[in-house]
């Protein structure tokens, strides 16, 4: 009998204008929103009496005691389900916070993070025939249908953004585990001046999404910040001192139409990324089997250089730049994408270390930083020249090449021998040295 796995897929799609089901939807968010912030300031009033965490069970008894109450009994008014999905993603917050894998949760405010979901299959209905979802007290409503769905809808949950309300509809079909019809493996390299470089020569070049629309994003800011200083001068604040705490800005129509401008813009370069990146992982997983990346710390390598006033840091400005341009790669959502493709498409996705990858000679193994010259690479001991870039690919490759041997053999410190100053190579032939 052949091994099935569970392939859990979300579907997004744009619903129609609606002013009726747009004012139910406002209002459902806000209360979610409420059901939050009520919930996160309980624990923290706890956190203060040195009383323990309180879980998702406990907040959920509270929501019955808020939804009961006079003074809150507006809560009745949103679907209950969709507040306790509200509380749900705060514990997961919370959880992720005490294993040191995020942020403490902080307070949401009116116009952050709009949303609010479904989870019960009993209280909503998708008619994908006629590109419509029944969502409870609020009915019918109408979605453009872009692509077909595949599986059985399990949630559903409706968010605004730039362009309007959106809603995402999570599917789960059962499949036996697929063979993969490639039987291809390949490394790649990730970088700026290109995208990904394949251990093949093959080099794909970036989108930048962002650096082509970094004209037109910093005119609209500029526009915003003129406008928000006029707003400081009405408001009898000196334009070079900040809002007082509790300050709340009336914003003129003229500073509402520059925001809502600049988020569309936003919006369609982070729509753009989107899409090159699902094109490019999607291509990947269909021509290869096994494929090997650099186990990057995307958030560690763009953070911030600015440093402290006691210890200030070094080329901000340029560092600054780098980060730009790191972030404007996705090179963390194309690991992601490229990963769950290859397992639903029978294959996997091997992370190996990234040290000294992009110094070692993929023909001799000799290591050191002089070997690279910004885009091409020349070894100091055996004189084997090739693209910077794709020489990274080629011990990249040749690590996960030693990953997958020293898992088959049961030795788990492969990974660690990898990063001595004597690879494992690749050999792929066993005549005379390709150098």
Request: charged content about 30%.
């Amino acid at each position: 009998m052949s091994e099935q796995q569970i392939i859990r897929r979300g579907y997004k799609y744009r619903l129609r204008q609606n002013g009726a089901h747009e004012a139910l939807y406002r209002r459902y968010a806000g209360c979610c929103r409420k059901v939050k912030n009520m919930a996160l300031a309980e624990q923290q009033a706890r956190r203060e009496r040195g009383e323990k965490y309180a879980s998702y069970v406990e907040m959920a008894k509270w929501l019955t005691q808020w939804r009961n109450d006079p003074e809150t009994s507006y809560l009745k008014e949103c679907p209950v389900h969709a507040e306790q999905m509200a509380l749900k993603a705060l514990d997961e917050s919370f959880q992720k916070f005490f294993k040191g894998q995020g942020g403490y949760p902080k307070f949401t405010r009116r116009g952050q993070f709009e949303k609010f979901g479904e989870s019960d299959v009993k209280c909503f209905e998708v008619d994908e025939a006629n590109a419509r979802v029944r969502l409870p007290k609020i009915g019918w409503v109408r979605y453009r249908k872009s692509r077909e769905l595949d599986g059985t809808p399990k949630k559903v949950s409706v968010s605004l953004e730039s362009n309007g309300w959106h809603i995402s509809i999570q599917t789960e079909r059962v499949q036996n585990l697929p063979l993969s019809e490639s039987t291809a493996i390949a490394g790649g390299d990730r970088g700026i001046k290109n995208f990904i470089a394949l251990d093949n020569g093959k080099i794909i070049k970036p989108l930048n999404a962002h650096k082509d629309a970094l004209y037109k994003l910093r005119r609209y800011q500029r526009a915003i910040a003129r406008k928000i200083e006029a707003a400081k001068v009405k408001a009898g604040i000196p334009k070079d001192k900040p809002f007082p705490k509790g300050f709340k800005l009336q914003k003129s129509n003229r500073l509402n139409k520059s925001l809502v401008r600049l988020s569309k813009h936003q919006a369609k370069i982070a729509s753009m990324r989107n899409d090159y990146l699902h094109k490019v992982s999607t291509s990947l997983a269909d021509d290869y089997a096994v494929f090997c990346l650099e186990n990057l710390l995307v958030k560690n390598m763009s953070a911030s250089a600015k440093g402290t006033e006691a210890e200030p840091g070094r080329n901000v400005r340029q560092k600054s730049g780098l980060n730009r341009s790191i972030l404007d790669q996705g090179w963390f959502s194309f690991k992601v994408m490229l990963g769950y493709k290859l397992v639903e498409r029978g294959g996997e996705l091997i992370l190996v270390p990234p040290q000294y990858t992009s110094q070692r000679c993929s023909c001799c193994g000799h290591t050191e930083a002089a070997n690279r010259q910004d885009e091409k690479f020349r070894c100091l001991n055996c004189n084997f020249e090739d693209h910077a870039d794709v020489n990274a690919a080629k011990n990249i490759l040749a690590a996960g090449h030693a990953v997958l041997s020293g898992r088959n053999a049961g030795c788990a410190v492969v990974e660690d021998a990898v990063q001595q100053d004597r690879p494992v190579k690749r050999l792929p032939f066993q005549g005379a040295s390709p150098c």
